[in-house]
């Protein structure tokens, strides 16, 4: 041992700086990269949507309101995305002349079939999030500033995605299945957990409050 | 500068230091962590839109009233209808799993014929009916060649049956044993009209003798919203309830008063308060009071005391409430729901009589029947007085012609009936099960015809048997069937056959029979259709008599053989015949219950002593003529002196891995008798030895 | 374990009448049908049957003819003063929501059982196998509630995800979410009872029924001298069931004893 250290010292004097650093550094460089970089690409998939869904022309073209397709129904729960038969009132057959709508019509709406949407923010079974808790009655209280949807997206939900022309592409985790714009609970506790939340309801971080 | 294996280190070292500056270890960390709660082969939760449909269970002896919660179309489970009178927003343990139910592994999805082999091959709907149409040829016109048996207590369908049946020239269309039938032959022993009913709403004063009330006695979800209103939480209830049986069954545990009294005595318990109450001046106008009274003199209480094991001062105790009551109702019934005597159903009736408890708001009620529809169809009538057990019994001693051709609808007589008619039903040369699950009776059977569940199909149930009201609910599929190829109701099977061997009875399809019984009810279709019940509290019919003859002579049969008498006791949520246990409905079966294969009878500590036998012990119970079966013991209490309890609707040979090979079948030890006097066969009365095994 | 009980304006609970309760089992099929229990092939097997609310047979021990018996259903029973929560090493479980209802998260859990050691009632379950449904059976799955794999332990919930559901209900239509109406949210065991044996409500809430019963000179609390505090009251007129309820010594009065922990209030 003693023999063996001496004899490193002597030869690797000369570029001990470098010759030290640069294995330690490419190492370093390269996990960087692979961590900062390359991983994230490889961790996700991206996938498009089965529908190119327009939201402005059915804003601007059709004067729809967001809440025409997701509203609340009467037992409390929330509609989401709507289904093919909610579409059909208007799209029973094509009422423009893109082929995209053609499209759909005949893949989806003469089928019958429901479109595999990929929901950008799906949460877990574990997770009950209750739309209608998450109001501006209710947060609108305190943010009286906020409009619905400064609600709904910049808040970090969902995506703003209601003035484009197409839908963004989604993101699939290869690892969890999850998407990668699922929310995690650091981002629910955000408001959750915020002190300045609890004399408005004192239990709002309750594990069962989310959980089910 | 060579790559070392220090410069190697080192840019490992440097490699792991980086990593530490980026989320990938942390990120992976946690994603495997979530991967590891997302096993695949665990179920997702699928959401959608929540809706609740109405039905009433056509599986269930109780005719529950349900709401079958839907999620998108897609069932999920069924709960009680509030808006109805057959449940008032309750549900029976069986009713309750009824949606499971459509995903049973015992489920037919398609036709069968049994191979030569013994196997089974499925066949099409087409060839099916062809080979059975061929079949039918040949007994047309027979008075004896065919042979029809139906489980449905409620239904239309049977109209078509029997309409079937009647213009194929044959008279043998039987309805598996229930207390409708017994009922009905005493009502029509005491020249009752329409159908004897029971109203227990409103009443301070209600007495079971032997009929299991609050659990599977008639609509009993009905029966216990009664129960229900009449006890107010934590209060003083304002009715009594007494129950009078050998066991304590689940009505016992709710009744105020157990009173114990052998198996199949309810006839004596009834005379012997009949002879209190006409001492203490109960009188009826019916014409043979007279000889009632008289009677009714021959069951002092000390001979009731010896013959039912009811104690004077108990005796005493019943007929002084009922006496007191302002509107007091008896209902006369058997321990397990069949095989009950009918003098004992008359004698129960003729105390409501005595009591002044007839066509009152409360009481024994004459609900008037619905009119038929199916022009050809046997009067309920005769239909009530054929006596399958009888029949059955015929066969296997060779008295009757054998039939050619026996049809079963959702029945399973071959588990059910009293004895074991395994034998007799196998030498008949065709054999057809129009079936839900594959059961004891469609396992031996030639051509299994799947028929969907009830709430995959259009069908309709009227006044459950024993019930106060007139009712008459119509039944629309909640959902498409799940399998495609059972989506072909009995009665249109029937129909069809019907028509090819031009015994037309009048109706394209059963849809339109329920249309025609819709109309005939007097019902506004719209609100059936909607769910809605239809409900007549209208009462038919003058004074009935006593049938004093008819029980006076039904005390010539033969008193039962053997150490200990046989109490049988049948739950709902253990399923009916032709459900078994449902897998869900599995994990009610208590711990003294079932061990693995074996099930446990009971027995009180006292007649284990001198049984000789002891806490888990296996024995084997024997009735007459080497019929047997195994069990365990346990010591219970909640079993009189000389009686041993067993349960039904265990011990199923057939069926899947949840209900097969779990215990025994208490229905082999029964013997069925004739009743002299009433003329139909009972076996309430089955007398046992025990053996150590 | 600190010791100090969270109030909550809001203490959901059951007053289940023992005289009324004829031990059918109803309530244990609906359960099962609500919370997405599996079922199981041999059932006769107790130590690996799973039951969120199971009905038991108690007996007064007396020979026949002067036996009597009584069937108890036994829910979780939603503690004040919980065993299960300071002994979960995972926070899987705690009382902290308004409500008082113990939860439950199943992603959280490792599956070392300490809670069922630590539970009284025997009232939480473990999952020994994945759970396993015949074919096509897990289409009839409720969305509400999640499914849960091998390995970790479950219980009752009082069905908390129709309480979700009747406060989503309340919000659209525009009500106080936290201000329900009797009978806007009760159990599927509370629901299915043919006999009305269960009651269900807010136990602070003097509208509803079963404030009213926790107080009836009926009423008793399973094992209540442990001093669990439960939300669950039990009610029968008969004396011998409300003893056998708290395994009252034979020198005890009936409702008189020493409490043996903390958090003891009735």
Same mark, same amino acid.
């Given at each position: 041992?003693?023999?063996?250290?001496?004899?490193?010292?002597?030869?690797?004097?000369?570029?001990?700086?470098?010759?030290?650093?640069?294995?330690?550094?490419?190492?370093?460089?390269?996990?960087?990269?692979?961590?900062?970089?390359?991983?994230?690409?490889?961790?996700?998939?991206?996938?498009?949507?089965?529908?190119?869904?327009?939201?402005?022309?059915?804003?601007?073209?059709?004067?729809?309101?967001?809440?025409?397709?997701?509203?609340?129904?009467?037992?409390?729960?929330?509609?989401?995305?709507?289904?093919?038969?909610?579409?059909?009132?208007?799209?029973?057959?094509?009422?423009?002349?893109?082929?995209?709508?053609?499209?759909?019509?005949?893949?989806?709406?003469?089928?019958?079939?429901?479109?595999?949407?990929?929901?950008?923010?799906?949460?877990?079974?574990?997770?009950?999030?209750?739309?209608?808790?998450?109001?501006?009655?209710?947060?609108?209280?305190?943010?009286?500033?906020?409009?619905?949807?400064?609600?709904?997206?910049?808040?970090?939900?969902?995506?703003?995605?209601?003035?484009?022309?197409?839908?963004?592409?989604?993101?699939?985790?290869?690892?969890?299945?999850?998407?990668?714009?699922?929310?995690?609970?650091?981002?629910?506790?955000?408001?959750?957990?915020?002190?300045?939340?609890?004399?408005?309801?004192?239990?709002?971080?309750?594990?069962?409050?989310?959980?089910? | 500068?060579?790559?070392?294996?220090?410069?190697?280190?080192?840019?490992?070292?440097?490699?792991?230091?980086?990593?530490?500056?980026?989320?990938?270890?942390?990120?992976?960390?946690?994603?495997?962590?979530?991967?590891?709660?997302?096993?695949?082969?665990?179920?997702?939760?699928?959401?959608?839109?929540?809706?609740?449909?109405?039905?009433?269970?056509?599986?269930?002896?109780?005719?529950?009233?349900?709401?079958?919660?839907?999620?998108?179309?897609?069932?999920?489970?069924?709960?009680?209808?509030?808006?109805?009178?057959?449940?008032?927003?309750?549900?029976?343990?069986?009713?309750?799993?009824?949606?499971?139910?459509?995903?049973?592994?015992?489920?037919?999805?398609?036709?069968?014929?049994?191979?030569?082999?013994?196997?089974?091959?499925?066949?099409?709907?087409?060839?099916?009916?062809?080979?059975?149409?061929?079949?039918?040829?040949?007994?047309?016109?027979?008075?004896?060649?065919?042979?029809?048996?139906?489980?449905?207590?409620?239904?239309?369908?049977?109209?078509?049956?029997?309409?079937?049946?009647?213009?194929?020239?044959?008279?043998?269309?039987?309805?598996?044993?229930?207390?409708?039938?017994?009922?009905?032959?005493?009502?029509?022993?005491?020249?009752?009209?329409?159908?004897?009913?029971?109203?227990?709403?409103?009443?301070?004063?209600?007495?079971?003798?032997?009929?299991?009330?609050?659990?599977?006695?008639?609509?009993?979800?009905?029966?216990?919203?009664?129960?229900?209103?009449?006890?107010?939480?934590?209060?003083?209830?304002?009715? &009594?309830?007494?129950?009078?049986?050998?066991?304590?069954?689940?009505?016992?545990?709710?009744?105020?008063?157990?009173?114990?009294?052998?198996?199949?005595?309810?006839?004596?318990?009834?005379?012997?308060?009949?002879?209190?109450?006409?001492?203490?001046?109960?009188?009826?106008?019916?014409?043979?009071?007279?000889?009632?009274?008289?009677?009714?003199?021959?069951?002092?209480?000390?001979?009731?005391?010896?013959?039912? $094991?009811?104690?004077?001062?108990?005796?005493?105790?019943?007929?002084?409430?009922?006496?007191?009551?302002?509107?007091?109702?008896?209902?006369?019934?058997?321990?397990? $729901?069949?095989?009950?005597?009918?003098?004992?159903?008359?004698?129960?009736?003729?105390?409501?009589?005595?009591?002044?408890?007839?066509?009152?708001?409360?009481?024994?009620?004459?609900?008037?029947?619905?009119?038929?529809?199916?022009?050809?169809?046997?009067?309920?009538?005769?239909?009530?007085?054929?006596?399958?057990?009888?029949?059955?019994?015929?066969?296997?001693?060779?008295?009757?012609?054998?039939?050619?051709?026996?049809?079963?609808?959702?029945?399973?007589?071959?588990?059910?009936?009293?004895?074991?008619?395994?034998?007799?039903?196998?030498?008949?040369?065709?054999?057809?099960?129009?079936?839900?699950?594959?059961?004891?009776?469609?396992?031996?059977?030639?051509?299994?015809?799947?028929?969907?569940?009830?709430?995959?199909?259009?069908?309709?149930?009227?006044?459950?048997?024993?019930?106060?009201?007139?009712?008459?609910?119509?039944?629309?599929?909640?959902?498409?069937?799940?399998?495609?190829?059972?989506?072909?109701?009995?009665?249109?099977?029937?129909?069809?056959?019907?028509?090819?061997?031009?015994?037309?009875?009048?109706?394209?399809?059963?849809?339109?029979?329920?249309?025609?019984?819709?109309?005939?009810?007097?019902?506004?279709?719209?609100?059936?259709?909607?769910?809605?019940?239809?409900?007549?509290?209208?009462? &038919?019919?003058?004074?009935?008599?006593?049938?004093?003859?008819?029980?006076?002579?039904?005390?010539?049969?033969?008193?039962?053989?053997?150490?200990?008498?046989?109490?049988?006791?049948?739950?709902?949520?253990?399923?009916?015949?032709?459900?078994?246990?449902?897998?869900?409905?599995?994990?009610?079966?208590?711990?003294?219950?079932?061990?693995?294969?074996?099930?446990?009878?009971?027995?009180?500590?006292?007649?284990?002593?001198?049984?000789?036998?002891?806490?888990?012990?296996?024995?084997?119970?024997?009735? $007459?003529?080497?019929?047997?079966?195994?069990?365990?013991?346990?010591?219970?209490?909640?079993?009189?002196? $000389?009686?041993?309890?067993?349960?039904?609707?265990?011990?199923?040979?057939?069926?899947?891995?949840?209900?097969?090979?779990?215990?025994?079948?208490?229905?082999?030890?029964?013997?069925?008798?004739?009743?002299?006097?009433?003329?139909?066969?009972?076996?309430?009365?089955?007398?046992?030895?025990?053996?150590?095994? | 374990?600190?010791?100090?009980?969270?109030?909550?304006?809001?203490?959901?609970?059951?007053?289940?009448?023992?005289?009324?309760?004829?031990?059918?089992?109803?309530?244990?099929?609906?359960?099962?049908?609500?919370?997405?229990?599996?079922?199981?092939?041999?059932?006769?097997?107790?130590?690996?049957?799973?039951?969120?609310?199971?009905?038991?047979?108690?007996?007064?021990?007396?020979?026949?003819?002067?036996?009597?018996?009584?069937?108890?259903?036994?829910?979780?029973?939603?503690?004040?003063?919980?065993?299960?929560?300071?002994?979960?090493?995972?926070?899987?479980?705690?009382?902290?929501?308004?409500?008082?209802?113990?939860?439950?998260?199943?992603?959280?859990?490792?599956?070392?059982?300490?809670?069922?050691?630590?539970?009284?009632?025997?009232?939480?379950?473990?999952?020994?196998?994945?759970?396993?449904?015949?074919?096509?059976?897990?289409?009839?799955?409720?969305?509400?509630?999640?499914?849960?794999?091998?390995?970790?332990?479950?219980?009752?919930?009082?069905?908390?995800?129709?309480?979700?559901?009747?406060?989503?209900?309340?919000?659209?239509?525009?009500?106080?979410?936290?201000?329900?109406?009797?009978?806007?949210?009760?159990?599927?065991?509370?629901?299915?009872?043919?006999?009305?044996?269960?009651?269900?409500?807010?136990?602070?809430?003097?509208?509803?029924?079963?404030?009213?019963?926790?107080?009836?000179?009926?009423?008793?609390?399973?094992?209540?001298?442990?001093?669990?505090?439960?939300?669950?009251?039990?009610?029968?007129?008969?004396?011998?069931?409300?003893?056998?309820?708290?395994?009252?010594?034979?020198?005890?009065?009936?409702?008189?004893?020493?409490?043996?922990?903390?958090?003891?209030?009735?």
């Amino acid at each position: 041992m003693e023999e063996k250290r001496a004899h490193n010292a002597d030869t690797g004097g000369q570029c001990s700086v470098l010759g030290g650093f640069l294995p330690f550094g490419l190492g370093l460089v390269l996990s960087l990269l692979v961590g900062w970089w390359l991983s994230p690409k490889l961790l996700f998939s991206e996938q498009s949507q089965p529908v190119a869904f327009n939201h402005k022309i059915h804003k601007e073209e059709a004067g729809m309101t967001c809440s025409d397709c997701h509203y609340f129904r009467e037992d409390g729960s929330y509609s989401g995305i709507p289904t093919t038969k909610e579409c059909a009132d208007c799209h029973e057959f094509p009422v423009g002349s893109s082929a995209k709508e053609r499209e759909y019509v005949n893949k989806y709406v003469k089928k019958g079939q429901e479109p595999d949407w990929k929901v950008y923010q799906m949460q877990p079974d574990n997770v009950f999030f209750s739309h209608a808790a998450h109001s501006l009655e209710n947060c609108g209280k305190c943010h009286t500033d906020w409009t619905e949807k400064e609600l709904c997206s910049t808040s970090g939900c969902h995506p703003d995605i209601g003035d484009s022309e197409a839908p963004p592409k989604y993101s699939e985790n290869r690892i969890t299945g999850y998407s990668a714009s699922t929310m995690k609970m650091w981002a629910c506790e955000y408001c959750h957990a915020m002190p300045d939340h609890r004399a408005y309801n004192a239990n709002n971080n309750a594990c069962f409050t989310c959980h089910k | 500068m060579g790559i070392d294996r220090r410069s190697i280190v080192k840019f490992l070292i440097g490699g792991a230091v980086g990593s530490m500056f980026t989320p990938t270890p942390w990120i992976l960390t946690d994603d495997i962590s979530i991967w590891t709660q997302n096993w695949p082969w665990v179920p997702k939760n699928i959401k959608g839109v929540d809706a609740y449909v109405p039905t009433v269970s056509k599986l269930c002896p109780s005719a529950t009233a349900m709401l079958v919660r839907t999620v998108s179309g897609r069932p999920v489970r069924t709960m009680g209808n509030p808006e109805h009178p057959l449940s008032g927003g309750k549900i029976s343990p069986l009713a309750a799993t009824e949606v499971q139910l459509l995903y049973s592994p015992s489920r037919i999805k398609r036709p069968l014929r049994k191979a030569s082999d013994g196997g089974w091959k499925e066949i099409s709907w087409t060839d099916a009916l062809a080979l059975l149409d061929e079949k039918l040829g040949f007994v047309k016109g027979s008075a004896t060649r065919l042979a029809v048996i139906s489980g449905d207590q409620t239904g239309t369908v049977n109209e078509v049956l029997s309409g079937f049946v009647a213009s194929m020239g044959s008279k043998q269309f039987f309805l598996m044993p229930s207390e409708a039938q017994t009922l009905a032959r005493a009502w029509e022993l005491m020249g009752g009209a329409g159908m004897p009913g029971f109203e227990t709403a409103g009443s301070d004063y209600v007495l079971a003798l032997g009929a299991d009330i609050l659990e599977s006695w008639g609509a009993s979800t009905r029966t216990r919203r009664a129960y229900c209103e009449a006890r107010p939480h934590g209060e003083v209830p304002a009715a &009594t309830y007494a129950y009078v049986g050998p066991s304590c069954t689940n009505t016992a545990v709710g009744a105020d008063i157990w009173v114990a009294a052998k198996p199949g005595s309810q006839a004596a318990v009834a005379l012997g308060l009949a002879n209190l109450l006409i001492k203490a001046g109960a009188t009826s106008s019916a014409p043979d009071f007279a000889a009632f009274k008289a009677l009714a003199a021959r069951f002092e209480p000390a001979t009731v005391a010896q013959l039912a $094991g009811v104690s004077e001062a108990n005796l005493a105790m019943l007929a002084e409430g009922l006496q007191k009551a302002k509107a007091p109702v008896v209902i006369p019934g058997s321990e397990f $729901g069949q095989g009950g005597s009918v003098a004992a159903a008359a004698a129960g009736m003729a105390l409501n009589l005595l009591l002044g408890a007839y066509n009152q708001k409360v009481g024994l009620r004459a609900v008037p029947e619905f009119a038929p529809v199916v022009e050809k169809a046997m009067a309920r009538k005769d239909v009530m007085a054929n006596d399958l057990a009888a029949y059955m019994q015929g066969l296997a001693e060779d008295n009757k012609a054998r039939p050619e051709i026996l049809i079963t609808y959702e029945a399973n007589p071959v588990y059910a009936l009293p004895g074991d008619v395994a034998g007799t039903v196998a030498k008949i040369p065709f054999k057809v099960a129009i079936a839900q699950f594959m059961d004891e009776t469609a396992t031996m059977a030639d051509l299994v015809l799947p028929s969907p569940l009830g709430i995959e199909r259009y069908d309709d149930v009227a006044t459950p048997a024993g019930c106060g009201v007139a009712i008459y609910c119509l039944n629309t599929p909640v959902i498409d069937a799940v399998n495609p190829a059972a989506n072909i109701h009995g009665g249109d099977v029937i129909l069809g056959l019907a028509a090819k061997q031009n015994a037309n009875l009048g109706f394209n399809s059963f849809k339109d029979v329920l249309a025609a019984k819709a109309k005939a009810v007097g019902a506004n279709v719209a609100d059936l259709t909607a769910g809605k019940a239809f409900v007549s509290e209208a009462v &038919t019919g003058a004074q009935p008599s006593l049938a004093a003859e008819a029980i006076a002579k039904s005390l010539e049969a033969k008193a039962p053989e053997g150490a200990y008498a046989l109490a049988a006791v049948n739950k709902l949520g253990f399923g009916t015949a032709t459900t078994a246990v449902p897998p869900q409905n599995l994990k009610l079966v208590r711990e003294f219950e079932l061990a693995g294969t074996l099930m446990y009878v009971h027995l009180n500590k006292a007649t284990a002593a001198k049984a000789g036998v002891a806490q888990g012990q296996k024995v084997t119970l024997k009735a $007459g003529d080497g019929k047997a079966i195994p069990a365990l013991v346990n010591i219970s209490e909640m079993v009189m002196d $000389g009686v041993v309890m067993a349960p039904c609707n265990l011990g199923h040979t057939a069926f899947d891995e949840f209900a097969k090979g779990k215990g025994a079948n208490v229905a082999r030890l029964f013997t069925a008798q004739v009743e002299p006097g009433t003329g139909l066969s009972f076996w309430t009365q089955t007398g046992v030895a025990i053996e150590k095994a | 374990m600190s010791g100090a009980q969270q109030s909550f304006k809001i203490l959901w609970g059951m007053a289940i009448d023992l005289d009324k309760c004829t031990g059918c089992g109803a309530c244990m099929v609906a359960c099962q049908a609500e919370n997405n229990l599996a079922p199981e092939k041999d059932a006769s097997k107790k130590q690996r049957v799973m039951n969120w609310l199971k009905v038991f047979e108690l007996s007064n021990g007396k020979p026949f003819p002067d036996h009597d018996t009584a069937y108890l259903p036994r829910p979780c029973q939603q503690c004040g003063n919980p065993a299960c929560v300071p002994v979960c090493p995972a926070t899987v479980t705690k009382k902290d929501e308004e409500g008082g209802i113990i939860s439950q998260v199943y992603p959280r859990c490792f599956g070392c059982r300490y809670c069922m050691a630590a539970c009284p009632y025997k009232a939480r379950y473990f999952n020994w196998y994945d759970p396993e449904w015949p074919q096509g059976w897990d289409k009839t799955l409720s969305p509400d509630v999640s499914v849960r794999p091998r390995g970790v332990v479950e219980k009752c919930t009082f069905c908390h995800h129709r309480w979700m559901k009747a406060k989503d209900k309340a919000r659209v239509a525009g009500n106080d979410p936290y201000d329900l109406p009797e009978g806007a949210y009760v159990t599927s065991c509370t629901e299915a009872c043919p006999n009305g044996a269960i009651v269900f409500g807010d136990l602070n809430n003097p509208k509803h029924l079963v404030h009213k019963l926790a107080h009836s000179e009926y009423a008793f609390r399973l094992l209540e001298r442990l001093g669990m505090d439960p939300q669950v009251y039990y009610l029968s007129r008969r004396e011998w069931v409300r003893r056998l309820g708290n395994h009252h010594l034979e020198n005890e009065k009936t409702g008189e004893f020493t409490p043996l922990g903390g958090g003891h209030h009735g």
